[in-house]
């Protein structure tokens, strides 16, 4: 069991009657209502402080370890923090019920308008719920057990299991699908918009294996598939049935392989040898956060677009994930990004709720715009 960790806020009228800092009955009978929190009939003051024009800050400890912290500031805001250690197979000494109780007396006594009592932070879990968004809020997954971990050369490999949203994969601790999210994967399809069959088609990256899953029941005429990491493959094969299903228990069908190899160079030699595709489908990573388009990640994305343009049929279409909808400064310097290619290309975005990412997310469909116009000028004169 982790350290659990609760937070009250309390907002007070500062020129009130009320105010702790300037009635000291109504401070002592705070202290006696936070010490209350971490062990019966009161805990030990560990520390007063007054802080002058800043407030003042308080410390209680408990004999099991537990301590609170009280802190008035002079602006009238009030925050209450308790800690505990629970350990395994042992009840919570700070109870739901106990907080709540509290920040309801604690009300009464300021004559709060307002307050708010947060869910409990568990701290030093065995099984870590939290994960941040792309825009760094934190989300609290309701994950109860880590069923793969495994460090490869490249990432950090987790797979935890969540009830909500099945087995969820998640490389260096960013949260890449779960078997609840067929909509990330039909959103880089194109949600219907393309017609695969007897097409060529180019994934980068997509070790998950659900990409490949799905264009394997629309008859396309060949799928190559480049994921350099072999141990991601192997635990989607055993982990994620519910994405890959069977689609990666061989790595070459009768219309498809899967190459585990650095995308870059196998992408340089079609360059060289004038190979071409109908489709490419980029899932190496999401646009990178940062307040310029410059860094090792930008120059990696920017290679994989030009690559990946030069291999791209006249008529081709070009499908990649871009970040969250909330991340529109990163969005845009991405489309700027596309104006510098060395040909000419279009661009149209979809927006999707992808369930497990607690988040909106943008995809993008790119294509070349003179080679489309010269083909269909050329199928027009003919």
Known sequence: MPALHTLLDFQFEPGGPKNPLSDQAVYRDLCTLVSGLVQSGGAAPLSSVSLGDSGSLDVFTAENGSHATLRVYPQGLLTVDAEMWVAEGEQPSITA????????????????????????????????????????????????????????????????????????????????????????????????????????????????????????QVSPKWVTMLEIDQLVINAAIKHLRGICHDSMDQLKGHNYEVLVEDCIPILEKYVREGTMFDYVINDLTAIPISTQPVGDSWDFLRKILDFSMQVLKPTGRYYTQGNGANMVDALQMYEGQLEKLSCKVDFSKETVCVPSYHELWVFYRIWKVEAAKDMQATNGSS
């Open 97 to 216: 019920e106990h907080v709540a109780s509290t920040q309801q007396k604690i009300n009464e006594l300021l004559g709060c308008k307002k307050s708010k009592r947060f869910p409990f932070i568990k701290r030093g879990a065995r099984v870590d719920p939290y994960v941040p968004t792309a825009d760094n809020k934190l989300i609290e997954y309701d994950f109860d057990e880590v069923v793969y971990e495994a460090d490869s050369p490249y990432q950090n490999i987790k797979i935890m299991h969540s009830p909500q949203f099945g087995n969820m994969l998640l490389l260096d601790n960013d949260p890449n699908l779960a078997e609840s999210d067929i909509a990330y994967t039909r959103a880089i399809l194109g949600n219907g918009r393309e017609d695969f069959s007897g097409k060529t088609v180019l994934i980068l990256g997509g070790g998950d294996g659900g990409i490949l899953h799905e264009l394997r």
